[in-house]
């Protein structure tokens, strides 16, 4: 089982988010919530989003309990950037 969450044009660089998703990739969703919640960056609070979304997926397609899943893959591409 995959569940899916995404989010596009997020207005912050993919190396920011970077270096949250890299702490939170193979962790346990209880685990990678915990860490979300005391990271003080706010890229953080949009992975965290994310994440969210993702659990209420699983909940809702197969009634998979959060304490089951682990974040398996997760990466951020760069979107388009604004021309000035």
């Known amino acids: ?50 994440i969210k979304s993702a659990v209420a997926n699983a909940a809702e397609k197969w009634g998979v309990d959060s304490s089951e899943l682990i974040v398996s893959e997760v990466f951020a591409d760069e979107g388009p950037t604004y021309k000035r």
């Open 1 to 50: 089982m995959e569940a899916n969450a995404r989010e596009r044009y997020i207005r912050m660089p993919a190396r920011k988010l970077r270096r949250v998703i890299d702490a939170v990739r193979g962790k346990s969703v209880k685990d990678a919530m915990n860490m979300l919640k005391f990271m003080p960056y706010f890229a953080a609070k949009v992975v965290e989003k994310n």
